[in-house]
């Protein structure tokens, strides 16, 4: 029982020290960062927009499916009843 106690202890304090050695790379990288002299052509601003765009829209589907779950564990917890979309006429 001891030895998995320690060994969990071991892990979280190899964790640690990654994140802060990733966070000094980041700060050493951002401080220390010089000009590129890069030229972007305009298929790259083409590129960078279609990213933006596919970024909008995944992000609106996965709040979409989100809502769904959320407006469904509601209805469950309430009790109403869910709508199929489908409407009935009885004659």
Not at 25 to 42: C, E, K, R
Request: proline share 2%.
């Amino acid at each position: 029982m001891n030895n998995a106690t320690e060994t969990h202890k071991e892990g979280k304090d190899l964790m640690k020290h990654m994140v802060g050695i990733t966070v000094v790379n980041f700060i050493i990288s951002v401080v220390f960062v010089g000009p590129a002299y890069a030229y972007l052509d305009p298929g790259t601003g083409s590129m960078l927009i279609q990213a933006v765009i596919a970024i909008v829209a995944a992000g609106s589907l996965f709040i979409s499916m989100f809502w769904k779950r959320v407006k469904g564990f509601l209805n469950r917890l309430y009790g109403k009843k869910q709508e199929t979309g489908e409407h009935r006429h009885d004659e």
